[in-house]
């Protein structure tokens, strides 16, 4: 161990004080415990190939970094906002089964940059605070099963006394700049139908699947995105089953300067 380890275990360990509720569900060793691999070296490798292959990348370390050390206030922001959603994640659901399950991915899987996980644990946050603040829907659990089939929902809620699973996906490196709003469409509609056919197939009777599309728009798209694509109408799709529908939400990434940083552009589940 080094004195550059130290300090930087000391400053994570100080930056997670804020958050207590979120801090209860780490690993108590974390972030001193070799297993994580947080080290100045490590932090350093990631922090100069993290945009190697998806410019997003980002994971808990640079997060809890990024508060204080952020290469500008948005960067700032960004961390200190999605800190906030993890503690009041944390806090709203510590009871629930499943819950650590959703979290767990930010201490396993930290340092992969062929699989931006951080994001899918950003956007099953967010949905489960959305679908219960916003939607009204009661959050049952996480990880949980779809019947008897072996499939699992990032979600399962009930809305209106009805049990609904909710699977988030991502789409990562998306571009649109090249080509026209309806292909872009279709990518949505496509991607919808194949998640609903795969995940939903074992629908209990009487029950709602839906997925939660989450696109991470690359930085050049922002713009034309905002501008052309009515984000604020949802795409229903039929999966060939009597209830289950898509609804699209879109974590849009990324500022035409190249400035780090989100918008959560998307429409209630009220509509269930």
């Known amino acids: 161990m080094s004195n550059h380890d130290a300090n930087l275990w000391s400053l994570l360990e100080h930056q997670l004080h804020p958050y207590p509720n979120f801090r209860t569900l780490l690993p108590g060793d974390y972030p001193r415990a070799e297993s994580y691999g947080i080290t100045a070296k490590t932090m350093k490798w990631y922090s100069d190939n993290r945009d190697s292959k998806m410019w997003q990348h980002f994971n808990l370390p640079m997060l809890l970094y990024s508060v204080e050390y952020g290469i500008d206030s948005k960067v700032k922001d960004l961390s200190s906002s999605i800190l906030e959603a993890f503690e009041e994640f944390s806090k709203t659901f510590s009871t629930l089964p499943g819950v650590t399950k959703t979290l767990t991915p930010l201490w396993k899987t930290p340092w992969d940059l062929a699989d931006p996980t951080f994001w899918s644990v950003v956007g099953e946050v967010f949905m489960a605070l959305h679908a219960k603040t916003k939607a009204g829907l009661e959050i049952l659990g996480f990880a949980q099963p ?45 991607r919808g139908k194949t998640k609903l ?28 995105f905002k501008t052309e694509v009515d984000a604020t109408d949802p795409v229903y799709l039929d999966s060939g089953k009597k209830n289950p529908f898509a609804q699209v939400y879109w974590l849009v990434g990324g500022t035409k300067d190249g ?5 959560i552009i998307d429409k209630s589940v009220e509509v269930i």
């Open 197 to 224: 056919q795969n995940k939903f197939k074992d629908l209990p009777e009487g029950e709602n699947g839906i997925v939660a599309l989450i696109f991470v728009i690359q930085r050049d798209n922002l713009d034309r």
């Open 259 to 263: 400035k780090f940083g989100f918008h």
């Open 146 to 190: 779809i019947g008897g089939g072996g499939k699992n929902a990032d979600i399962r809620a009930k809305h209106r006394g009805t049990i609904t699973h909710i699977d988030v996906t991502m789409g990562h490196l998306t571009k649109i700049i090249e080509g026209d709003i309806t292909a872009f469409r279709k990518l949505v509609e496509d």
